[in-house]
């Protein structure tokens, strides 16, 4: 599947993240990695940039291998994808996306 835009992606980015528990995760792991790039810019100190993607793709491949039971997409569109948990992340915060 191809898309033309982050706007055709998001629908299928949802639909790829229709588990509850996924969604949690992914939003749990996006408020650490928010955290861990906070303190980084605060700090400098280099191990917490480094343990962003852990912090980031940890939680979102648990949500996804354990309960979503998909393959993240990810690995397709990394980009889109980026993009997306941070749309979802503020989807979530502002209601627009239930999660909680």
Avoid: Q
């Avoid at 509850?20 to 749990?28: D, G, M, N, S, V």
């Avoid at 912090?55 to 354990?66: I, L």
């Avoid at 992340?89 to 999660?99: E, P, R």
């Amino acid at each position: 599947m191809e898309f033309k835009s982050f706007s055709d992606f998001y629908p299928f980015y949802l639909r790829e993240h229709s588990n509850i528990t996924c969604r949690k995760l992914h939003f749990i792991g996006t408020c650490g990695v928010i955290a861990l790039l906070l303190l980084f810019f605060f700090t400098g100190n280099l191990l917490l940039l480094a343990a962003v993607p852990f912090m980031g793709y940890g939680f979102a491949w648990v949500g996804h291998f354990g309960f979503e039971k998909n393959r993240p997409a990810t690995f397709k569109y990394p980009f889109y994808s980026l993009m997306g948990d941070f749309r979802m992340f503020w989807d979530i915060l502002t209601g627009k996306v239930s999660a909680f």
